[in-house]
Protein backbone atom coordinates (compact mmCIF):
# COMPACT_ATOMS: atom_id res chain seq x y z
CA UNK A 1 0.00 0.00 0.00
CA UNK A 2 1.33 3.57 -0.55
CA UNK A 3 -0.21 6.37 1.61
CA UNK A 4 0.06 10.47 1.09
CA UNK A 5 0.36 12.67 3.71
CA UNK A 6 -0.35 16.33 2.79
CA UNK A 7 -0.01 19.11 4.73
CA UNK A 8 0.42 23.29 4.87
CA UNK A 9 -2.95 24.42 4.08
CA UNK A 10 -4.69 26.98 5.88
CA UNK A 11 -6.23 30.77 5.71
CA UNK A 12 -3.93 33.28 4.77
CA UNK A 13 -4.80 36.57 3.18
CA UNK A 14 -4.76 38.18 0.51
CA UNK A 15 -0.99 38.24 -1.42
CA UNK A 16 0.20 35.66 1.05
CA UNK A 17 2.07 32.53 0.95
CA UNK A 18 1.52 29.55 1.63
CA UNK A 19 3.87 25.99 1.44
CA UNK A 20 2.03 22.72 0.47
CA UNK A 21 3.97 19.49 0.85
CA UNK A 22 2.86 15.86 0.60
CA UNK A 23 5.26 12.77 1.26
CA UNK A 24 4.60 9.37 -0.09
CA UNK A 25 5.27 6.25 1.51
CA UNK A 26 4.51 2.69 1.45
CA UNK A 27 5.68 0.19 -1.63
CA UNK A 28 6.94 2.53 -3.96
CA UNK A 29 9.56 1.47 -6.47
CA UNK A 30 9.33 4.47 -8.67
CA UNK A 31 8.23 7.82 -9.19
CA UNK A 32 7.24 9.65 -12.24
CA UNK A 33 5.28 12.49 -11.85
CA UNK A 34 3.99 14.21 -8.90
CA UNK A 35 1.18 16.81 -8.57
CA UNK A 36 -1.20 19.11 -7.08
CA UNK A 37 -4.87 19.27 -8.32
CA UNK A 38 -7.29 21.64 -6.72
CA UNK A 39 -11.32 21.27 -6.87
CA UNK A 40 -14.01 23.84 -6.50
CA UNK A 41 -17.39 23.14 -4.73
CA UNK A 42 -19.52 21.14 -7.72
CA UNK A 43 -16.61 21.22 -10.07
CA UNK A 44 -13.72 18.75 -11.34
CA UNK A 45 -10.68 18.39 -9.85
CA UNK A 46 -8.39 20.77 -12.08
CA UNK A 47 -4.17 20.26 -12.37
CA UNK A 48 -2.26 23.40 -10.39
CA UNK A 49 1.27 22.31 -11.45
CA UNK A 50 3.15 18.82 -11.56
CA UNK A 51 6.55 17.79 -12.03
CA UNK A 52 8.58 14.85 -13.33
CA UNK A 53 11.12 12.96 -11.94
CA UNK A 54 13.64 14.41 -14.31
CA UNK A 55 12.00 17.61 -13.13
CA UNK A 56 9.67 19.39 -15.82
CA UNK A 57 6.92 21.51 -15.00
CA UNK A 58 3.53 22.21 -16.18
CA UNK A 59 1.53 24.70 -14.25
CA UNK A 60 -1.63 25.85 -15.18
CA UNK A 61 -2.03 29.33 -16.74
CA UNK A 62 -3.87 31.01 -13.88
CA UNK A 63 -1.26 30.00 -11.62
CA UNK A 64 2.13 30.67 -13.54
CA UNK A 65 4.25 33.03 -12.25
CA UNK A 66 3.14 32.05 -8.60
CA UNK A 67 3.33 29.40 -7.55
CA UNK A 68 6.58 26.80 -7.88
CA UNK A 69 6.25 22.99 -7.65
CA UNK A 70 9.41 21.12 -6.61
CA UNK A 71 10.36 17.77 -5.19
CA UNK A 72 13.20 15.69 -3.17
CA UNK A 73 13.35 12.73 -5.01
CA UNK A 74 15.37 11.01 -1.81
CA UNK A 75 12.20 11.63 0.44
CA UNK A 76 9.31 11.16 -2.29
CA UNK A 77 7.89 14.49 -1.60
CA UNK A 78 6.75 17.14 -3.32
CA UNK A 79 6.11 20.75 -2.64
CA UNK A 80 4.08 23.78 -3.53
CA UNK A 81 5.25 26.91 -2.94
CA UNK A 82 2.28 29.46 -3.48
CA UNK A 83 3.27 33.10 -3.21
CA UNK A 84 0.53 36.14 -4.51
CA UNK A 85 -1.99 34.20 -3.39
CA UNK A 86 -5.82 34.95 -4.71
CA UNK A 87 -9.25 34.82 -3.65
CA UNK A 88 -9.64 32.81 -6.65
CA UNK A 89 -7.09 30.00 -5.51
CA UNK A 90 -9.63 29.08 -2.66
CA UNK A 91 -10.19 25.32 -3.04
CA UNK A 92 -9.27 21.68 -1.76
CA UNK A 93 -5.59 20.96 -3.22
CA UNK A 94 -4.92 17.24 -3.23
CA UNK A 95 -1.41 15.85 -4.09
CA UNK A 96 -1.35 13.11 -7.02
CA UNK A 97 1.51 10.82 -7.56
CA UNK A 98 2.48 8.13 -10.26
CA UNK A 99 4.62 5.70 -10.62
CA UNK A 100 4.71 1.71 -9.88
CA UNK A 101 4.97 -0.58 -7.05
CA UNK A 102 7.52 -2.99 -6.38
CA UNK A 103 5.59 -5.85 -7.97
CA UNK A 104 5.89 -3.74 -11.41
CA UNK A 105 2.65 -2.65 -10.77
CA UNK A 106 1.09 0.73 -12.17
CA UNK A 107 0.54 3.21 -9.32
CA UNK A 108 -1.63 6.41 -8.92
CA UNK A 109 -2.76 7.46 -5.64
CA UNK A 110 -4.14 10.58 -4.60
CA UNK A 111 -3.74 12.28 -1.36
CA UNK A 112 -6.51 13.28 1.25
CA UNK A 113 -7.05 16.87 0.25
CA UNK A 114 -6.10 20.02 2.10
CA UNK A 115 -8.00 23.56 2.35
CA UNK A 116 -6.38 26.04 1.30
CA UNK A 117 -8.51 29.47 1.61
CA UNK A 118 -7.56 33.19 0.89
CA UNK A 119 -9.27 35.90 2.51
CA UNK A 120 -9.64 39.38 1.23
Known amino acids: QVQLVESGGGLVQLGGSLRLSCAAS????????MGWYRQYPGRQRELVAA???????NYADSVKGRFTISRDNAKNTVFLQMNSLKPEDTAVYYC??????????????WGQGTLVTVSS
Open 96 to 109: NVEGSTWSKRYLEV
Open 51 to 57: ITSSGST
Open 26 to 33: GSIFSINA
